[in-house]
């Protein structure tokens, strides 16, 4: 808070006539000072008498911001100008500023005047550095990508007596022999998979670049990538279908620019296998049984999936496989529209829902209707139930539940599978 909205808010007379009284002291203080600046400047010469009247104005400044705090009030203040339709101007629009970029590394980059502006304007003498001031500004640049040959001398140590030579040993490469090594074999990956440039697009990037490379030479960096990390991706697989409850799904993947009725990659369909630590994904030539089988059969556990045939096949052909029917896709209007329903309006597997959510909540309350699944509701008496009616209200209200008839139902689950 400055002097002038100390004095603006002060409300006590006395205590504004003791501030008042010691800023005008403070301001004749200044004021004599500059006085004998000004003698001095009158009596010296050269550099002395520019560095004395950059203090004069400094000294100035300090005065007249004084005497504002003095006499100017906020209520005194001039009103701001007025346009020529007699409204004030509009303040400038206020957008959300620069970005931070946290991620970013800062490199400074310092400036520096001419020799030529190294001299004062106002009466000739040299300029001196202003230790640690500054003006900032910061602007995003980008640092070109750049293609080098790095040639790598492997040094050799030979003995006086002539029978041995070691040499050093060499860098791996990811193609024995070859040219490229392996970060450049990840950049050309990342582009492809992650920003999806094709290979002919990087190539004419690189020519750019200087560069000079076909799309043959890039695809065998990829091979060779991929020949690298198989068994990591294949491990993959074998640690998705150990866990206890995956996540199945499956979507078209064509190759594009293939036509024809013969072209059966424009068939292919991506199969996923989700569970709590990753990911899985592997292409197949269709969606149908086969697939499945490939994928599954030497799974054991719960499958979350949609109602898609090909699952309950499997579940069919092999009894270890327990279906666990996804919820977002069963209420789709088309799939409710085709299925039959009972005389009640109700769906068949919606009723065998609801009959096990009634047995279930039937079998976890006693006779005296407290819950068997909560000990410590059961022990506390009739006055703290756990929601469910007594035998009476259990007989009046099938689809009434304490929160444990969904507990029950997916005992026999892991605990993925029951969240």
């Not at 078209?252 to 990911?279: D, F, M, N, Q, Y």
């Not at 269709?286 to 499958?303: H, I, M, Q, T």
């Not at 059961?378 to 259990?394: E, I, Q």
Request: glycine content about 6%; some cysteine; aromatic content about 6%.
């Amino acid at each position: 808070m400055t002097d002038a909205d100390r004095i603006a808010g002060e409300k006590s007379l006395e205590r504004l006539r003791t501030m008042a009284m010691s800023l005008l002291r403070e301001n004749e203080r200044l004021l004599a000072r500059l006085g004998e600046l000004y003698k001095q400047v009158a009596e010296a010469k050269g550099e002395a008498a520019a560095q004395l009247r950059l203090e004069i104005a400094a000294l100035e400044r300090e005065i007249e911001k004084r005497r504002e705090s003095i006499f100017q009030h906020k209520s005194e203040r001039r009103p701001a100008d007025k346009g020529q339709d007699g409204e004030a101007p509009k303040p400038p629009q206020k957008g959300h500023g620069p970005r931070e970029q946290p991620k970013l590394e800062v490199e400074e980059v310092v400036h520096d005047l001419d020799d030529a502006d190294k001299t004062c304007t106002a009466c000739g003498g040299d300029l001196e550095e202003w230790a640690g001031q500054f003006e900032e500004s910061d602007e995003v640049e980008v640092i070109e990508r750049r293609y080098v040959i790095k040639r790598h001398k492997r040094k050799k140590y030979r003995c006086r007596c002539g029978s041995c030579i070691e040499t050093a040993p060499a860098p791996r490469r990811l193609i024995e022999g070859g040219r490229y090594s392996v970060s450049f074999a990840i950049t050309v990956a990342v582009d492809k998979y992650l920003m999806h440039l094709p290979l002919e697009r990087q190539v004419a990037a690189m020519a750019r670049l200087g560069l000079e490379v076909d799309s043959q030479t890039l695809f065998d960096q990829l091979w060779a990538l991929n020949r690298l990390l198989l068994p990591a991706y294949q491990r993959l697989a074998d640690v998705q279908r150990a866990r206890p409850l995956l996540f199945v799904d499956e979507s078209r993947w064509p190759l594009l620019g293939v036509k024809g009725k013969g072209a059966t990659s424009t068939k292919w369909h991506i199969w996923t296998l989700v569970s709590e630590l990753g990911v899985y994904y592997e292409i197949f030539d269709g969606r149908d049984a086969d697939s499945a089988e490939d994928l599954l059969a030497d799974f054991k556990g719960y499958v979350m999936c949609d109602g898609f045939s090909a699952y309950e096949s499997l579940a069919k052909a092999y009894p270890e496989i327990r279906l666990v029917q996804c919820w977002v896709h069963y209420p789709e209007p088309r799939v409710i529209r085709s299925r039959p329903r009972d005389a009640a309006g109700v769906e068949p597997p919606l009723r065998n829902v609801l009959r096990i959510i009634r047995r279930h909540t039937l079998a976890c309350h006693d006779d005296e209707g407290s819950c068997r699944a909560h000990p410590s509701i059961r022990s506390s008496g009739a006055s703290r139930r756990c929601g469910v009616p007594a035998a009476a209200g259990r007989a009046r209200s099938a689809s009434t539940s304490c929160g444990s008839a969904a507990s029950a139902s997916t005992s026999a689950m892991p605990p993925t599978a029951r969240g």
